[in-house]
């Protein structure tokens, strides 16, 4: 199905609740939506080793989070280069990923370009980082995509905000035991990353993977400790959030007891708003 307008989607959903597949779904239905995984971005500037995907492997190695500036700065480059963000002003200084002035593994040198460039873009306003200010959308269906994985606080939010604004947020919503009854049941095989379920897609011999025979096993976080814990970060955090994006009128709730139930309450709402 073709769409009229660009979507701009996140999905927000606690952990087991099928994201994946609803994006899968989505993907397979409107051919022009694009997906866009702040992970995979970041493992590609790091194979890559582009100046940014120097500086994350760095902070990863170190033990520390990625900052959300990087990743905002990660998500404006690649919509950049798509053309989904369209400068206003030819003159606008735009600090690309593989700028070679722009070196961010090596230590700033005081008044160097490196350290004035890399101070100006964290510390400046929203136009001079390429905030919504300072560019126009593009509103062509082909612009159309669903970002993974960022923002998940409403923080994150009010920053992507500046850069590009998201015209639809789907909170998806399953009860608690339900997502804890299909962790229960979930088997891995290890080396291809094939996910199995005892209670809707059960391997054909039990305890093992389809295609190579081999033993399945049990992720180290699906235990039911380790689960709830995550649950309960999550409700922490994504409560603010929504709210972030209920108060722009974005935001549309769907409850159901599976992703099979849920998909066609997603499709048709993504219809009725872009198609």
Not at 138 to 155: C, H, I, M, Q, V
Request: hydrophobic fraction near 35%.
């Amino acid at each position: 199905m073709r769409l009229r307008t660009a979507a701009r989607v996140i999905l927000v959903g606690a952990p087991g609740v099928g994201k994946g597949t609803q994006s899968e779904r989505l993907l397979q239905r409107f051919p022009q939506l694009s997906s866009i995984s702040s992970g995979d971005l970041l493992r590609y500037n790091i194979r890559q080793r582009t100046p940014l995907g120097i500086k994350v492997e760095s902070t990863i190695k170190a033990g520390k989070l990625v900052s959300d500036d990087l990743i905002l700065r990660l998500i404006r480059n690649e919509l950049n280069q798509r053309g989904w963000l369209l400068t206003r002003h030819t003159s606008d200084n735009v600090m690309t990923l593989s700028s070679s002035a722009i070196d961010l593994d090596s230590p700033p040198q005081h008044g160097s370009p490196n350290d004035a460039e890399m101070a100006a873009f964290l510390s400046s306003p929203a136009h001079a980082r390429g905030g919504h200010g300072g560019h126009s959308l593009n509103e062509d269906p082909s612009a159309s995509f669903l970002l993974d994985g960022f923002p998940r606080t409403a923080t994150q939010a009010e920053r992507l905000d500046e850069i590009v604004p998201i015209n639809l947020a789907v909170s998806i919503r399953t009860p608690l035991q339900v997502i804890m009854d299909r962790i229960g049941g979930r088997w891995v095989h290890e080396a291809s990353g094939r996910v199995y379920n005892t209670t809707f897609n059960a391997p054909k011999v039990p305890g093992r993977d389809d295609v190579t025979g081999e033993e399945l096993v049990r992720r180290s976080d699906d235990s039911e400790e380790v689960y709830r814990e995550r649950w309960k970060k999550f409700q922490e955090t994504s409560e603010p959030l929504l709210e972030h994006y209920a108060r722009k009128g974005v935001l549309w709730e769907v409850d159901g007891m599976s992703s099979d139930e849920i998909t066609p309450k997603l499709l048709s709402k993504f219809e009725e708003r872009f198609a």
